[in-house]
């Protein structure tokens, strides 16, 4: 009789000891399986997306990271969405959700609604959405750049480089470009009185981000009107800015040139010309950059690291590195060390560009 009462316990106990060793293995194996998928899809508004800077910009950042993971351009990798038209938009980050990517980044604010709809269907899928404000959803984050700050820097150049007085911005949109617009006309106001001089400002959007020939319109036009730098914050948009300073440019000796501003990343080589003399030159003041790239590097090592911020909002700033200006030979030594003053003034805390 105690011989099988010792048997039956005995029995038990393994029993016991193999389910507990099989659930440690599953809950093992379950959580592997969810660190180690670093697969990103990253979704943009533009039909060529390589044709503009930001999201250029942010492709490399995108294949950065898929490079230090070992990533190829599939399912259980990374995926770039690009729109033959600006109705599929939508349906775009529906299929990088279905297609169960870990996380699915959407750039810019006409993304927005998508996002946040996909989110509430897939709430086991993380989603980002660049410059845009979506709250109260977990599987949320949003990423944002203090680009007035760059801008800013930008305007003191500016307004320290003109020689008509006159200086023009060219945005994609309003809402899209207006912290661009609100810091270089801070900037720009801000040198003028402290030079004692007036400086007139051109402002227009173009209401598109990717139509180089209504940029180089408006472009012809201000520049019509003496603007002699333009700042264009308008995507690829801008790119028709450059075409319009360099055919003004290639017609006038190197000593009459009219300046343009990058914006996003740095646009330096776009300004390359030949002066009406055979002289090789540079119309690119500067260019006033946004680290997308590394915005999106470090999103998808959160996501993939199971640190995903939800519903919560990454700011990219100057004191992060994430937005800049950038220094070309065409910026006076002088005019550089204000620009650099002003950054360290808003590092300090001591101005604040809003």
């Known amino acids: 009789?105690?011989?099988?009462?010792?048997?039956?316990?005995?029995?038990?106990?393994?029993?016991?000891?193999?389910?507990?060793?099989?659930?440690?293995?599953?809950?093992?194996?379950?959580?592997h399986s969810h660190h180690a998928s670093p697969s990103v899809a990253l979704v943009t508004d533009a039909s060529d997306p390589k044709s503009n800077p930001y999201n250029a910009a942010a492709i490399s950042g995108l294949t950065s990271y898929a490079r230090n993971h070992n990533l190829e351009k599939s399912k259980n990798g990374y995926a770039i969405f690009s729109p033959n038209y600006s109705s599929e938009i939508y349906?775009?980050?529906?299929?990088?959700?279905?297609?169960?990517?870990?996380?699915?980044?959407?750039l810019g604010n006409s993304l927005q609604n998508a996002i946040k709809d996909n989110a509430k269907l897939y709430p086991k899928t993380n989603f980002a959405i660049v410059d845009s404000n979506l709250t109260g959803q977990k599987n949320i984050a949003n990423i944002k750049f203090a680009s007035q700050e760059a801008a800013y820097l930008a305007g003191i150049i500016a307004a320290k480089t003109t020689k008509s007085k006159v200086i023009g911005f060219i945005g994609g949109t309003s809402q899209g470009s207006a912290k661009f617009e609100r810091g270089f006309s801070q900037g720009i106001q801000f040198q003028a009185k402290k030079d004692n001089t007036k400086i007139k400002i051109l402002a227009q959007n173009a209401k598109t981000f990717s139509n180089p020939k209504i940029g180089q319109t408006i472009a012809q036009e201000m520049y019509r009107k003496k603007a002699d730098i333009i700042f264009a914050a308008a995507g690829d948009t801008g790119n028709g800015v450059f075409t319009a300073a360099k055919t003004i440019n290639q017609a006038n000796p190197v000593n009459k040139k009219v300046w343009v501003i990058g914006v996003d990343a740095d646009q330096t080589s776009q300004g390359n010309y030949y002066a009406k003399g055979g002289q090789k030159s540079n119309f690119t003041l500067t260019s006033v950059t946004n680290n997308i790239g590394l915005a999106i590097k470090?999103?998808?090592?959160?996501s993939y690291q199971n640190k995903f911020p939800q519903n919560k909002t990454l700011t990219y700033t100057l004191k992060n590195n994430g937005v800049g200006i950038v220094q070309t030979s065409n910026i006076p030594y002088n005019t550089w060390i204000a620009a650099q003053k002003a950054r360290q003034d808003i590092l300090d805390g001591k101005l604040k560009i809003k």
Not at 298 to 302: C, F, G
């Open 298 to 302: 470090e999103i998808a090592t959160k």
């Open 1 to 31: 009789m105690k011989h099988n009462f010792f048997k039956l316990i005995a029995s038990i106990l393994i029993v016991t000891c193999t389910i507990l060793i099989s659930s440690c293995s599953t809950r093992h194996h379950s959580t």
């Open 91 to 106: 349906s775009l980050v529906d299929q990088a959700a279905q297609k169960n990517f870990h996380l699915v980044i959407g």
